[in-house]
Nanobody, 115 residues
Framework: QVQLVESGGGLVQAGGSLRLSCAASRSIFSIDYMAWYRQAPGKQRELVARIRRSETTNYADSVKGRFTISRDNAKNTVYLQMDSLKPEDTAVYYC?????????WGQGTQVTVSS
């Protein structure tokens, strides 16, 4: 079992930055990969960024060069640094962990980018 708690969402103007945090209830070093997804109103949930245990990362094309995913194994926390935010980044952002063949999700945190 893995519990995930996100924080760091909020309201920001276009061009601004936010950093999301996802604290896990177990050592993230043991988790196969962790990721951030987002879901905007009326749209499907989509992958934003993923980081594997090997530290390999991948990003959605829409956020490449603007978002950075990172992990702090000592704090069991994964971060999503979001820069140059755009109104179309507005969504609920969810932390995800894939561990022992199961997907685990946080409760989500709202990010709103005003134009």
């Amino acid at each position: 079992q893995v519990q995930l708690v996100e924080s760091g969402g909020g309201l920001v103007q276009a061009g601004g930055s936010l950093r999301l945090s996802c604290a896990a209830s177990r050592s993230i070093f043991s988790i196969d990969y962790m990721a951030w997804y987002r879901q905007a109103p009326g749209k499907q949930r989509e992958l934003v960024a993923r980081i594997r245990r090997s530290e390999t990362t991948n990003y959605a094309d829409s956020v490449k060069g603007r978002f950075t995913i990172s992990r702090d194994n000592a704090k069991n926390t994964v971060y999503l640094q979001m820069d140059s935010l755009k109104p179309e980044d507005t969504a609920v952002y969810y932390c995800n962990a894939f561990y022992s063949l199961n997907d685990y999700w946080g409760q989500g945190t709202q990010v709103t980018v005003s134009s």
